[in-house]
């Protein structure tokens, strides 16, 4: 018997997830027959939603909720958890490490495959700041979104408890650097979930949290257009947020955040969301790249100048054949990456049936973004929307566009018992470390013998 022709798709994130779900739909008698196998080695078992980490930071959904599990939606494909550390695509021959692999010691295994989905996403563009490693917390992950809503509550209840006025200003003190998307929707959940909050504290006032903005550009929330990006000023600053404009981080050592106008912020919280850099695994691959480290692509969603290679998303520098002026390139966001999947998978079954493929060609539709809750800016076909307005095409664009019904109907069921009952307000910290209690209860009793030294 023939082997199946082998289809290995690198990540399971938007691109990932979605060109597996189209492909296993388009080859359904393929997959049948045994002559098609569609293999998808992600790091994860889910694909995240992004647009909603800032609500699940906030507490408006449920964190499993923002997670799509693969093995459920992608029921035809072959699941492998692990890292694709290298593809030598001129043997068609990817190396990967697993749980498996690393619990045996047996180092990275080698997958062969007839043809190549690179969809790894991206990862935090960071700068050598000093002190940022140390302090730094980043936002792309549906347990940093948690972790930081966890931070932000025990930093008020240490700014309650403490009889330091240095330790209690440096708790209340919050720096979120980068204005895009990340920053911007984060920083505006988080402060509308302190803010109410901080009505359980006899000691902490809404007045008492100090939120700073720090952005090296001009302005914030560039895809929304230049007129709401100053709305979204505007209305932050209404809120006692500190915006800098034209700013950058220097240093964050010894929990001092040192701006580029010479601000000194004690603070115990340093939020990163400064951009993103496509992921470490495209320059450990023999295809070709351009000088931002993407991989370059045609119209048709084909690695450029090879044969059986496929790419889009973050990944990708895809041709933008709607733009007036020649030589633009589609923007790397989860718009784009959606639609690119869908004709990515038209285009590997037409090519696997001998079939003619497809240009991607989409104009951009323009942007939301929340500002908290009951507020948000939009830019959506020309037209401009603030407001509880905007704040609703927001969810209900991204109620439209997370995957699967049955992840629709649970996060609009939390919507609603949300507008109902009371904000939950409890931070969960020792989720990050499980079996801490438990191996302090199963320490060794101290030994009476010992002394303590003089």
Same mark, same amino acid.
């Given at each position: ?76 494909c072959r699941i492998v958890i692990g890292e694709v550390r290298s593809v030598d695509h001129a043997k068609r021959t990817a190396s990967l490490a697993t749980l498996a692999t690393a619990e045996e010691g047996t180092g990275a295994v080698d997958l062969t495959y007839d043809e190549l989905v690179i969809a790894p996403g991206s990862v935090s563009r960071t700068l050598p700041v000093p002190g940022l490693r140390d302090h730094g917390i980043g936002f792309k992950t549906v347990e940093e979104a948690i972790g930081l809503r966890n931070h932000v509550i025990e930093q008020m209840d240490i700014a309650s408890s403490t009889?330091? $006025? ?60 230049? @007129? ?5 000023? %505007? ?32 603070? %115990? ?62 923007? $790397? ?24 493929? @497809? ?24 037209? @401009? ?37 009371? %904000? ?23 030994? $009476? ?6």
């Open positions: 018997m023939t082997e199946p022709a082998r289809i290995l798709v690198v990540g399971g994130g938007y691109v990932g997830m979605y060109t597996a779900l189209r492909l296993q739909r388009r080859l359904r008698a393929e997959l049948r027959a045994g002559a098609v196998e569609i293999v998808v080695v992600t790091p994860e078992p889910y694909m995240t939603y992004q647009p909603f980490l800032p609500e699940a930071a906030a507490g408006s959904i449920s964190p499993r909720h923002v997670v799509v599990p693969l093995r459920r939606v992608l029921d035809r009889r330091d $006025p240095g330790l209690r200003d440096a708790a209340l003190t919050f720096v979120f650097v980068g204005g895009g998307y990340a920053g911007v929707e984060a920083l505006a959940e988080l402060e509308d979930m302190a803010r109410y909050t901080a009505r359980y504290y006899h000691n902490v006032k809404p007045e008492d949290l100090k939120w700073v903005l720090v952005e090296a550009s001009d302005r914030i929330l560039p895809e929304v257009g230049e @007129k709401m990006g100053r709305y979204a000023i %505007r209305e932050l600053r209404g809120r006692n947020i500190d915006v800098r404009l034209g700013t950058r981080l220097e240093s964050c050592e010894d929990r001092v955040a040192v701006l580029s106008d010479g601000t000194r912020l004690p603070t %115990r919280t340093v939020v990163w969301t400064a951009g993103v850099k496509p992921a470490p695994v495209l320059a450990e691959t023999d295809l070709p790249l351009n000088e931002r480290g993407r991989l370059r692509c045609t119209a048709g969603l084909a690695v450029e100048g090879v044969a059986h290679a496929w790419a889009a998303g973050d990944a990708a520098a895809v041709p933008d054949v709607t733009a007036a002026e020649p030589g633009r390139e589609c923007a $790397p966001n989860a718009q784009h990456a959606v639609r690119q999947a869908k004709v990515l998978a038209e285009n590997i079954a037409a090519s696997l049936r001998g079939q003619p493929l @497809k240009e991607y060609a989409h104009a951009y539709a323009g942007s939301v973004a929340s500002l908290g809750l009951h507020k948000g800016v939009a830019h959506v076909y020309g037209r @401009k929307l603030k407001g509880y307005p905007a704040w609703l095409m927001h969810r209900a664009y991204h109620l439209s566009r997370v995957p699967t019904f049955n992840r629709k109907a649970r996060v609009l069921a939390e919507w609603t018992l949300s507008g109902l009952f009371k %904000r939950e307000i409890v931070s969960l910290g020792s989720l990050e470390h499980p079996r801490a209690e438990f191996e302090l209860a199963a320490a060794p009793p101290p030994d $009476p013998g010992d002394k303590p030294s003089s």
